[in-house]
């Protein structure tokens, strides 16, 4: 239902972005976000996405990144600006969605590879 792309290997303050597409029988979809995981840490929050344009970063995250959406494309973005080698992660897109044939559920993408190194 969500596919995430765009990650890879970035050098130390490249700029790469995210994208996420929803697809599917969708009815609606709510909050969209962006959230990440390093081996060993839990899952966390990197930014998310109302469907009326509300945003929410994280501390370690904002004045760097930037979240988008287009509504009409079910498609959320992560522009990431001066990347530091701390922000390597597997970065999830994750969406509040109603199908016409399913209730509300949470979605989960796949999850693309950012890392930063030289």
């Known amino acids: 239902q969500l596919q995430a792309s765009g990650g890879g290997l970035v050098q130390p303050g490249g700029s790469p972005r995210l994208s996420c597409a929803a697809s599917?029988?969708?009815?609606?979809?709510?909050?969209m976000g962006w959230y990440r995981q390093v081996p060993g840490k839990a899952r966390e929050l990197v930014a998310t996405?109302?469907?009326?344009?509300?945003?929410n970063y994280a501390d370690s995250v904002k004045g760097r990144f930037t979240i988008s959406r287009d509504n009409a494309k079910n498609t959320i973005y992560l522009q990431m600006n001066s990347l530091k080698p701390e922000d390597t992660a597997v970065y999830y897109c994750?969406?509040?969605?109603?199908?016409?044939?399913?209730?509300?559920?949470?979605?989960w993408g796949q999850g693309t590879l950012v890392t930063v190194s030289s």
């Open positions: 994750n969406a509040d969605i109603l199908l016409y044939s399913s209730p509300w559920k949470n979605y």
């Open positions: 599917g029988n969708i009815a609606s979809i709510n909050s």
């Open positions: 996405i109302s469907k009326y344009g509300s945003t």
